[in-house]
């Protein structure tokens, strides 16, 4: 405080603060799990923060006895919240009490979301397959000990009856290899899970998933070791709840990386978390965090990453994930993913536009792929995908992409993406599938931006959408897990180089004295020259 009472006002800027926080989070910002917290609530009963994990399911149970977002999104948290539940109350607790009620009301929705003739369709998330009649089984074994609520037993959708569920049960049972991507969902073995030896934690984390950790664990295990010390530091960090996937450690910063810097951000370069994703990368590629195996959307990531920030990155690891016409995140893929592709895309060509030498070597992946997202494309000009609820994410991706990679068939799904995103603006100037949000809305202003055609009432009205709201602790959760989420930070970097893109359609008001919409540091770039955040 200086004299006369006045104060000197010190303004970070967003940016800045933004990459302060990347780079010295060990774990991410990831957004609470109905799945993953009502899976500790079964599996973990004796880890600290039990009742606040069993208050946050009351307390995030929708009116009509479900969890989770429409559109089929709800049955896999609906599952998981119920089967703690019903699995919770001490015997002889009266119909009245909360919890009994809401356990009810669960396994009311559950009949709705489940019908009879198996006709439901659940979206496409991390290990549905086996998960939905892992708790499927699990409620209907609760349902035959509670003979005072039973009723007929659920049904798994059609195609989901647990025979990918059974086979894995019985691989691990004869000791035989088992994907690499099995540990993420350690959870669906059952006590088969606890102490498995094909699922080793890294740094404590059983693919980076509290439930799978929990799993692993078993009931025999103390905060002293390292799984059960992770396990209390993750739920003390969020009083008792739980994130979706944790940590991210390369996916955070490499996605955090390629919005502010592909939108020209200037800001000091981030040597910490360049050294980071250099770290992670290996000839195998890169995963989304230590403990899971690599996988082509992170590999690609991470040298879009690295390669805007000047720093050397081959792409020949990329060519292992080569498919018949496109690529797979990993082996065995079910089904393949929009972004993924459009990120492999994305690496080739900005590699060969570095390096014209090279341009031979990789002509004909581009190509393929180019040809890939064009043919994925929808009618109506959008495209979707595996990773994310939100087709605005994926359009952006691909838009990006085929950006980068260029031709006349490139152009043209560019612009018809462009019309699509003019014609689904909502009335406030969002963009959102379910609502507007704010991430959406960045990712609708960045396929204007760069679609090449005169959109400025579009984007003016998107631009102020996000200045004038902004709520990280609310970002809808739109990303896939096993359940959904939102990557916070992931969203705010977005949001900052979409502002940034669209400042000159903000009006002086809009764009003067407030943090929010302020979003270019003071000082060099990270393509002018070293320098080091926080």
């Known amino acids: ?156 959708p059609e195609g989901m009856e647990g025979r990918p569920l059974e086979r894995l049960r019985a691989a691990v049972a004869a000791g035989r290899p088992v994907p690499g991507t099995a540990a993420a969902s350690l959870e669906v073995l059952g006590p088969a899970g606890a102490r498995a030896g094909f699922a080793v934690p890294v740094g404590g984390v059983v693919g980076c998933s509290a439930a799978a950790t929990a799993a692993w664990l078993g009931r025999d295990w103390d905060s002293r070791e390292p799984a059960g010390h992770f396990l209390h530091r993750l739920q003390e960090a969020g009083g008792g709840p739980v994130p979706g996937v944790t940590p991210i450690t390369y996916f955070e910063p490499a996605w955090v990386l390629n919005s502010l810097a592909a939108a020209g951000l200037p800001y000091p370069t981030p040597d910490a978390l360049l050294d980071r994703l250099a770290a992670g990368l290996t000839g195998s590629g890169a995963p989304a965090a230590p403990g899971l195996p690599p996988d082509a959307d992170d590999t690609a990531g991470v040298l879009c990453a690295l390669m805007r920030h000047g720093r050397q990155a081959d792409p020949d690891p990329l060519l292992a994930f080569q498919a018949d016409g496109h690529f797979v995140c990993f082996p065995a893929e079910r089904t393949p993913s929009t972004s993924a592709n459009a990120h492999v895309l994305e690496a080739l060509a900005g590699h060969v536009r570095r390096y014209p030498g090279r341009a031979g070597r990789y002509a004909r992946q581009i190509a393929m792929v180019t040809g890939w997202l064009v043919g994925r494309q929808d009618d109506d000009g959008r495209w979707t995908d595996k990773w994310h609820a939100s087709p605005y994410y994926a359009t952006v991706r691909a838009v990006a992409a085929l950006r980068a990679a260029g031709g006349a068939h490139a152009d043209a799904a560019v612009a018809a993406a462009v019309r699509w995103v003019r014609e689904t603006q909502r009335a406030d100037g969002s963009w959102g599938r379910f609502t507007g949000s704010i991430e959406e809305t960045a990712y609708a202003l960045h396929v204007l931006m760069h679609g090449g055609a005169p959109v400025t009432g579009a984007v003016s009205r998107g631009a102020v959408f996000l200045a004038t709201r902004d709520d990280p602790d609310r970002y809808p959760a739109l990303w896939h897990a096993k359940d959904l989420y939102a990557p916070v930070r992931v969203v705010q970097a977005a949001r900052l180089a979409a502002l940034h893109l669209a400042g000159p359609h903000l009006v002086p008001a809009q764009r003067s004295g407030s943090s929010t919409i302020s979003t270019g540091p003071r000082g060099r770039s990270a393509a002018e020259g070293p320098g080091r955040i926080g």
Not at 78 to 89: K, W
Not at 97 to 104: I, K, M, N, W, Y
Not at 112 to 117: C, K, S, T
Request: no cysteine.
């Open 1 to 156: 405080m200086q004299d006369g009472g006045s104060a000197d006002v010190i303004t970070i800027d967003p940016v800045h603060r933004l990459l302060t926080e990347v780079e010295r989070d060990e774990w991410g910002r990831v957004s609470a799990s109905v799945y993953e917290t009502a899976r500790l609530v079964a599996l973990a009963p004796a880890l600290p923060g039990h009742r606040a994990r069993v208050d946050y399911l009351l307390r995030t149970q929708a009116r009509d006895g479900s969890w989770g977002a429409p559109d089929g999104y709800a049955l896999v948290p609906t599952l998981s919240a119920t089967a703690a539940l019903l699995g919770y109350p001490p015997r002889g607790l009266p119909d009245g009490t909360p919890l009994v009620a809401a356990a009810q009301a669960g396994l009311s929705a559950l009949r709705r979301l489940l019908p009879a003739d198996g006709s439901a369709s659940p979206p496409d998330t991390i290990a549905v397959e086996m998960i939905v009649p892992a708790l499927v089984g699990d409620i209907n074994d609760r349902l035959r000990d509670l003979p005072a609520r039973a009723a007929a037993p659920l049904r798994p």
